[in-house]
């Protein structure tokens, strides 16, 4: 792609666009510029509907991460601690895992058991099993149907997938390098 056609796109349906930015010089960083937006737009959209399908099955207002906590711990019904939790959801900040916990404790929809740094784990109760049974069903009923019925969709999203699980790996070593360079 020329210079001139990637300033000003003059093809397709972004026909008479600028293309050009501080972030995207070129076509691979375009693209890249592209998708992280994309993936930002995504999580914000994820976000929301986390939090109004949650609304539709309990009286609890909760962000798209404390949801996915909520969905984590439930997982394979096993209890989970605040370090599987931060490994299965790539974060690093306890803190707000642990404020999160405490939120999905007080509305009763997890418990915490054991004691000591090794030995606490959280697992759904009653409640909590209800609602994130409530929550499969309208997640199936509206958002597995819409996905359905778009043809070649699922290999899309698994091909998604891949790339996004790549994708990961490489922001993460990427993090690591950026880390060691910091400016003081």
Known sequence: MTEKKLQTQNDGPHRGLDWHWHLA?????????ELEFALMRTFEGFGRWQSECLASVCDLAATGPENALLHIIRMNDRPKTIKDLARLTNRDDVPNIQYSLRKLIGAGLILRKGAGRSGVTYEVTDEGRRVTDDYGAVRRRLL??????VPGFSDRLAE?????NLLS??????????ATHRRN
């Open 160 to 164: 998604a997938t891949r790339a996004l």
């Open 25 to 33: 010089e070129g076509p691979v960083e375009v693209d890249t510029t």
């Open 144 to 149: 597995i149907q819409a996905v359905a019925g």
């Open 169 to 178: 790996g490489i922001y993460e070593e990427i993090s690591r390098v950026a």
